[in-house]
């Protein structure tokens, strides 16, 4: 089976610009979770997602935003990018009801 | 106010012996426990879990092992190996006035072994 796919692996942006990251869960896994990992802070949650509906949400500012599509597969987006974006996002999925959640290789975006 | 602690950034240790890593938790309704191992630039990599219902898990050369009572949980690598030189997340879920599927990381330790 493929693993989590997430595209695309690395971009630069400038202050202001907005970004959409992409991830394909594994196939069958129907849950889709995303993280931030910065140096200073770890892996932080940013918000899940099954069956196209938010189901949790990290304390993130609403500048950070999801969805899910019907084929499960998921975008997160970040609009008016601050400096302080930038960082390794990682996105996980998995397959309810369990809990082991699989990781992506994760984006690295640059904010300048 | 972190919720998972790896209180130990880095451990060192020497190919062939035991690595065992740390991790504490302070919220009571975390009822599953993972580890990850994470190479730099790289997605974290499934370990080993335990459900609260066990207080040890084996697999392989890795067993996790839980103690509720005074909210820790650790990781054994027996025999360690070079290869196994990353960084180590200890993580949790549980139901917390939503769903569980949320994952609260430590801040991780960073393992080298030295052959």
């Known amino acids: 089976k493929a693993g989590v796919t997430q595209t695309p692996r690395y971009l630069i942006k400038t202050r202001g610009q907005q970004v959409t990251l992409s991830c394909s869960p594994i196939?069958?896994?129907?849950?889709v979770s995303w993280y931030q990992q910065t140096p200073g802070q770890g892996l932080q949650f940013l918000f899940e997602?099954?069956?196209?509906?938010?189901?949790n949400k990290g304390n993130f500012p609403g500048r950070f935003s999801g969805r899910q599509f019907s084929n499960s597969r998921s975008e997160m987006n970040v609009s008016t990018l601050e400096l302080g974006d930038s960082a390794l996002y990682l996105c996980?999925?998995?397959?309810?009801?369990?809990?082991?959640?699989?990781f992506g290789p994760g984006t690295r975006l640059l904010v300048l | 106010d972190q919720q998972v602690k790896q209180n130990s950034p880095s451990l060192s240790v020497q190919e062939g012996r035991i690595s065992i890593l740390n991790c504490d938790y302070t919220n009571s309704m975390f009822d599953y426990f993972l580890w990850y191992k994470k190479y730099p630039a790289e997605g974290p990599t499934f370990l080993i879990s335990?459900?609260?219902?066990?207080d040890k898990n084996e697999d392989g050369r890795f067993t996790v092992f839980l103690n509720k009572s005074a909210k820790h949980l650790s990781l054994h690598i027996v025999p360690s190996q070079p290869g196994d030189s990353a960084v180590y997340f200890c993580a949790a879920s549980g139901w917390s006035g939503g769903s569980n599927y949320k994952l609260t990381f430590g801040k991780g330790t960073l393992l080298t072994v030295n052959p």
């Open positions: 996980a999925s998995s397959l309810p009801p369990q809990e082991t959640q699989y």
């Open positions: 997602y099954f069956s196209e509906t938010q189901r």
């Open positions: 196939s069958g896994h129907r849950s």
């Open positions: 335990i459900s609260s219902i066990k």
